[in-house]
Each structure stands twice: as C-alpha cells, then as structure tokens.
C-alpha cells in the first residue's frame, strides 16, 4: 500500500463530486493522462435559448468536469456565446476552493458499524472488487469505516481518465474572471445527494461500479469521445447504464436535479442580463434534461454547432 486512504479521499475531494453522473467524471487516477482520440473537430453540445419572439435570453453548454491537458474543446461558437454572456452559471461556482470541499466531504465520509465493504456486495461480485483494489492500490480495510458511497466514488476514480484541473467548468469560471459566476447548487449540496441516499442505493452504485470496472480500464475515454463529439444519442444512452440504471438513483441524481435547475432558470433567462449556463452534459438530453424542460416552458432551445 502506498498512500493512505484519508490522504487519498483528501487529495481526490475536489475532483470527486458527482463523478457517477455521466460525463461529469473527475480524475485522480493514474490512467495515462493522453487525449481522446476524434477524427472530427471538437462538437461539444452547446444549445441558444431563445423566447417564444425569438429573442435570445442566453447559451447553454454541455460540461464534462475532467479532461487531460491536451485536449482541445474550444468552439468558435463557445467562445461567440462565452464572451457574449453577462454571466456564468454552474453547478459549483468555488472549485478552487478544494481545501472546503475536501473538508465537506471527509465530514460526511465515515461512520461506524459498517459492515466490510466485500459484504455489501453480491458474492458474484467479490472477486471483481479485490481485483479493482489491487489495481488501485487499496486494501479492504481501508474502507472498513467508509460509508458505502464514498466507496463507490473512490473507486470509480481508479480506472478513471483525465484532470479536474481541466475541467470545462473550471476553465469557464477563470475566463469569466471579474463578471458574474452564480451556481446551481454548490459542493455541499451535491455532496449530500449521495450522502442521504438509502444504504440500498449506496449499494447499488458500489455495485455498478464494481461490474462496470473492467469496461472502464479497457476504455476509460469512452464518454470522454462521446462529450467531445457532442454524441447526444450515446450521452442519453449512457445515463441509463451502470450506476444511472437503478431507477430510484437516477431520480435522485440525474432528473429530480434537471427539474430544480430548469425551475431556477426560467426566471433568470427572463431577466436582462443573458446567461452560459454551463453544466454537465448528461443534464442537456433526453424528454427529461434541462433544454426539454425549458421548452415545455416556452422558451425555444436550438443547438449551435
């Protein structure tokens, strides 16, 4: 063993929120940290909100919350809506502030009377998790006193690629140095959307995760193409697999989230000042992501390549 696991959990805080939420993957793997390979230029979804005059009310784009460095993600058309927004909104507007987030997240991180985590698994699924371990360094014991989410979160970042030092999100925030930065939740918040599901829920992303974890070292740049690509069809897809399959933890993650953030837009789209709204892309497809509820609402979505 080579690293404690409090010093691990520490080090990974700031890039581990909501990494289970499809394309929103942070990183402190040791995958190699090399770009995704795409034959096409960069496509991320990027959409205009208009009102029902047709009068542009803001942008929204699509986030993936780690990349490696290299990657090139920019669009003409990112950087028109970018420099032409009055204000960015994200999910958490202080990513920089990865000591509070780190401290938030250790405050939730344990409890006692846990039984081992092998045993929170299906015995089919035991063999895999000693062999996700042993890859990632750990020893069983060191999750003794880990609560069953944070488990699955830690072990999700094994296989995972890139840096939340290059993150959409995180770059945005910098660009829109000394204009508005308003977020939708904050790390405090998201954090206790794990933190309050049932321990049945917990166990079924500990499990998901476990089972995915051979798919994700074989190619762990998989939704990394897709995002950069702006692969509506095979993002929508991937939030109904692995971890988002469990209908009662997709609620809580993924669409009772869409449905609080397009409530908050919709006043702040008809307010003078136009908005980025900058968030992962896993909330921008499908009848129940953000732009689907905006129109339902009237406004008129039209995505810009």
């Given at each position: 063993m080579t690293?404690?696991?409090?010093a691990m959990?520490?080090?990974c805080a700031?890039?581990?929120?909501a990494?289970l939420?499809i ?15 795409s034959?096409a ?6 959409y205009?909100?208009?009102?029902a005059?047709?009068?542009v009310?803001?942008?929204?784009v ?12 920019r ?19 202080a ?7 780190a401290?938030t997240?250790?405050?939730?991180a344990?409890?006692?009377?846990l ?15 000693a062999?996700?371990?042993?890859r990632?360094d ?10 069953t ?5 830690t072990?999700a970042?094994?296989d995972?690629a890139g ?8 770059a945005?925030?910098?660009?829109f140095?000394?204009?508005r930065v308003r977020?939708?939740e904050g ?16 166990r079924?992303?500990l499990a ?12 762990p740049?998989r ?8 692969d509506?069809?095979?993002?929508e897809?991937?939030t109904?697999e ?6 009662a933890?997709?609620?809580?993650l ?7 953030w ?9 307010e003078?000042p136009?908005p980025?709204i900058?968030?992962g ?7 129940e992501?953000v ?15």
């Amino acid at each position: 063993m080579t690293q404690g696991f409090g010093a691990m959990v520490l080090r990974c805080a700031a890039g581990i929120i909501a990494p289970l939420l499809i394309l929103l993957a942070a990183g402190c793997s040791n995958a190699p940290d090399s770009p995704a390979e795409s034959a096409a230029p960069p496509a991320p979804l990027l959409y205009e909100i208009a009102s029902a005059d047709g009068s542009v009310e803001g942008w929204m784009v699509g986030t993936i919350h780690a990349l490696p460095a290299f990657v090139e993600w920019r669009t003409p058309a990112i950087e028109k809506a970018a420099t032409s927004a009055d204000l960015l909104v994200v999910e958490i507007a202080a990513l920089g502030d990865g000591a509070d987030i780190a401290r938030t997240f250790a405050a939730l991180a344990n409890s006692t009377g846990l039984p081992p985590l092998a045993e929170r698994l299906p015995p089919a699924l035991r063999p895999r998790l000693a062999e996700l371990l042993e890859r990632g360094d750990f020893t069983a014991r060191e999750f003794a006193a880990t609560e069953t989410w944070v488990a699955a979160l830690t072990l999700a970042r094994i296989d995972a690629a890139g840096d939340p030092a290059n993150g959409v999100d995180r770059a945005l925030i910098a660009e829109f140095k000394g204009r508005r930065v308003r977020e939708l939740e904050g790390a405090a918040a998201q954090l206790a959307l794990f933190d309050r599901l049932p321990e049945a829920q917990q166990r079924a992303m500990l499990a998901a995760v476990v089972e995915e974890s051979a798919a994700a070292a074989r190619d762990p740049e998989r939704l990394q193409r897709a995002w950069l690509a702006g692969d509506a069809k095979a993002i929508e897809a991937s939030t109904r697999e692995g971890v988002l399959a469990d209908p009662a933890v997709r609620e809580v993650l993924l669409t009772a989230r869409n449905r609080r953030w397009a409530a908050a837009l919709a006043p702040l789209l008809a307010e003078a000042p136009r908005p980025l709204i900058a968030v992962g892309a896993a909330h921008l497809v499908g009848p129940e992501g953000v732009p689907a509820l905006l129109e339902a609402q009237g406004y008129r979505l039209r995505r810009i390549p």
